[in-house]
Structure formats: C-alpha cells, structure tokens
C-alpha cells in the first residue's frame, strides 16, 4: 500500500496535463484500477485482517482522488496565469489621439448669416447650380443679347446650337433662386438662399466658384426703406458692432431701382479690418424687384412689390475674419485650414453668440 501512494502521489505531482491526470486516475482508482482491484482482495481476508486493511484503502483510495483533484485545480490556474500573461494590457496608457476637424469659413458665416436673417423671419430656399439660362437670365430680365451676360463671365455646360437641349450654365448668381421661389410659394413671401454660383474669374477677390446669399421678400408695401433697415440690421448682427455702410445708386436689370452697398474698412498691413479706415468692399447688389422679374415668377405686379438683395458670403468671411486672400479658401491647405477653420460643435446661435 506505501508503495502504491508513493507511486500515484508522485506520479500525480509530476503530471504535466489534465489528460495524464485522466490516466492516471484510471490507473489508481478506475474500475480495474490497482487499488480498486486491491479492495476486491477484502472478501478473502479474515475479518481481523479486513479490519485493517479496509479503512487503510479507503483512506489511500481518498487520498489519490483528492491530489487528482487539487492537481486539476493547480493546472487550471497555471494556465490561467499564462493566459494572463500573453493577453496582459497597460490601461493606463494615455489614448491614441485623435485629429479633430474643423468648420470652413465659409460654412460658419452661412450659418451666421442664416441665424440672423431666420430671426427676422426668413426662410432658407434651394436651387439647382446647374441653371438653365431661362432661370438664369431671361426669367430675371436679361435677354439674349443683354451685356450682362457677357460681363458674368458665365461658364456654359454646351452651346445651344450644338444639340436641342436648352443651354444650361453653372448658375452665375443665387438670383434664379427668386424665380424659383416665387413660382413655388407665390407672394407675399421672405426667404434667404445661401449657395454656391460660379463665375470666370481670378484674382485676390475672385475665383471661379464663390458663395452668395439672396434675399427676396415680397408684399403689399415693402419699400426700399425696409431693404435698408435689414441690410444694416444684418450688419450691425453679424459684425457685433455698428458698421459704416455705403447704398450706390447702381444698376441690375432685374431691379429697379438698384443699389449697391459697400463696407467700412482698411487693408493696413495685408489684413483686411472692417469698421476703420477709409476703404471700402462692395458686399452686395440690391433693389426692388423689376415688375417683368415678379411677371416671370407668376406674381401680379400690380398686387405685389418687394426688395431682393445678392450678398457675397466669401467676402463677408474675409471682413468677419481678417481673412485677405480669397483664393486660399478653395486652396485645401491643412494649415490655413486649422488656422482659420471653427470648433465643429460650436455652432452659431443668437443665443449662443455670433461671433468668434
Ligand atoms: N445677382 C446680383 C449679382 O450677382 C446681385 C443682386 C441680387 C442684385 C439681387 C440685386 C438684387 O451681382
């Protein structure tokens, strides 16, 4: 009996896996294991010597089943430890950074442009970019042979005498959007439409593709009186303070009478500032609406009158910002970017303040 524990409980000891315990439990304690064949061999003894040798081989066949036992018990948690410590990981380590966005000039001054006028009760309208030259000229009174369409620098998608589709051009102005509108909504009626519109030319105040908002709002009396007190509540809301503005008597065919207004400012030191200096940046073209125009948008002239106004939102952002070359806008440089890009969840609010 000494011999067989010595011989299992060593055996045990060394056992590398659960599947080596498995044998060696077969062996010692299974059913035709050595002392399981061992207590067959009780019936033959005397009572005295089964006596003894009875509660001996319980005893041993307890003590071999208990080291198997704490042996799988030791080898689970050998391995766990292993584990732990190939998949071990520092969560103290600092985080990978990660590079935030910002919001493009552009995109901050429409929505501060939206705020302001949307709390005077504009509504923003749409339109296509792609125009056909009826909504782009002659729906706002600019014949065929008008100057205005050549002085536009207007990018052309094809000649209308090349195929039979009517000439589309990229919109050079947010005006067809007036069109568009009032065929939609008829009068009385007041929105803004920011959007893009593109024109052939290049230089530190110009490129090719620029944004404009449009202003239209039509009824019973509106006068030119009231285009002036929105323009320079516009201003004085989007500038944060009182800004010197210049109305020049001017001409659009398709208002009348016209104005265009011009804004404060200086270019000292390459940096544009607006409100000081005695520069000015002309920002918008504006006017009662021509009578043909309301005609074209299917509104009775003799009922319904109203102002419209066109306001470059890149020159705007250049004023706002102290931004002086337009071109570096569309430029994609990372730098510039970062530099004059804003918070992306940071969006302007009246509430939460206009200006940055
Ligand atoms: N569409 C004109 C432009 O692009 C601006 C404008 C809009 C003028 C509305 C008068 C009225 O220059």
Not at 126 to 138: H, K, L, R, S
Not at 325 to 332: C, T
């Amino acid at each position: 009996m000494d011999e067989l524990r010595t011989k299992y409980l060593e055996a045990i000891a060394a056992a590398a896996d659960e599947s080596a315990l498995e044998e060696l439990r077969v062996q010692a304690v299974g059913k035709k294991g050595e002392v399981s064949l061992k207590m067959r061999e009780l019936g033959k003894m005397t009572p005295e010597e089964r006596q003894v040798a009875g509660p001996a081989l319980n005893a041993l066949k307890t003590e071999i089943t208990s080291a198997l036992a704490a042996k799988k018990v030791a080898l689970a948690d050998a391995a766990l430890d292993a584990r732990l410590a190939t998949e071990w990981l520092d969560v103290t380590l600092p985080a990978r950074t990660r590079r935030v966005g910002s919001i493009h000039p552009i995109s901050q001054v429409t929505e501060e442009v939206t705020a302001i006028f949307a709390d005077m009760g504009f509504a923003v309208a749409e339109g296509p970019q792609i125009e056909t030259d009826w909504y782009n000229f002659d729906a706002l009174n600019i014949p065929g042979h008008h100057p205005a369409r050549a002085e536009m620098d207007t990018f052309y998608t094809h000649r209308a005498e090349r195929d039979d589709r009517p000439p589309h051009v990229l919109r050079t102005h947010t005006s067809p959007v007036q069109i568009r509108s009032m065929e939609k909504n008829g009068a009385p009626i007041r929105i803004i439409c920011p959007g893009r519109v593109y024109r052939a030319d290049y230089d530190q105040t110009h490129t090719p593709m620029f944004h404009q908002v449009e202003g239209l709002a039509l009824g019973k009396d509106i006068s030119m009186a009231n285009l002036k007190w929105v323009l320079e509540e516009f201003f004085t809301a989007f500038f944060g303070t009182g800004v010197k503005t210049r109305f020049r008597a001017s001409h659009f065919p398709f208002t009348e009478p016209s104005a265009e207004v011009d804004i404060q400012c200086s270019w000292e030191g390459g940096t544009v500032k607006v409100g000081e200096g005695d520069d000015w940046l002309e920002v918008l073209g504006s006017g009662m609406v021509h009578p043909n125009v309301l005609k074209a948008g299917g509104i009775d002239p003799d009922e319904y009158q109203g102002f419209a106004f066109g306001m470059g939102i890149d020159r705007l952002a250049m004023l706002k910002y102290g931004i002086p070359d337009l071109r570096a806008f569309f430029d994609s440089d990372l730098r510039w970017l970062r530099h004059y890009g804003f918070a992306s969840l940071d969006q302007p609010t009246l509430h939460g303040g206009l200006n940055r």
